[in-house]
């Protein structure tokens, strides 16, 4: 069946009435050719040219940060194994 989303791109009149300026119905699969179009021109759209490098910068920068932080906690696990085998073989 797939995913159902709704876009209204909204903006205020001169009378200050909120409208909804272009309505946007995405059925099926949200990772459709012509749905990632719509996205990307969204997201172009709010954002504008100049931010979206930042943007992906931090994007970036986040996810090298989880990694190093996935690995540090591993290699610290790792090492308390390593020192609780080796303490069981020394003491044996």
């Given at each position: 069946?797939?995913?159902?989303?709704?876009?209204?791109l909204?903006?205020?009149?001169?009378?200050?009435?909120?409208?909804?300026?272009?309505?946007?119905?995405?059925?099926?699969d949200?990772?459709?050719?012509?749905?990632?179009?719509?996205?990307?021109?969204?997201?172009?759209?709010?954002?504008?040219?100049?931010?979206?490098?930042?943007?992906?910068?931090?994007?970036?920068k986040?996810?090298?940060?989880?990694?190093?932080?996935?690995?540090?906690?591993?290699k610290?696990?790792?090492?308390?194994?390593?020192e609780e085998?080796?303490?069981?073989t020394?003491?044996?």
């Amino acid at each position: 069946e797939g995913v159902r989303l709704r876009v209204c791109l909204f903006f205020i009149d001169s009378n200050f009435r909120l409208l909804c300026l272009i309505k946007l119905n995405f059925m099926g699969d949200l990772f459709a050719p012509q749905h990632i179009i719509w996205i990307v021109l969204l997201f172009l759209l709010f954002f504008g040219g100049k931010k979206i490098p930042e943007l992906m910068r931090g994007l970036g920068k986040g996810i090298r940060e989880f990694k190093d932080a996935k690995d540090n906690v591993k290699k610290e696990i790792e090492g308390h194994i390593n020192e609780e085998s080796s303490d069981k073989t020394s003491h044996s």
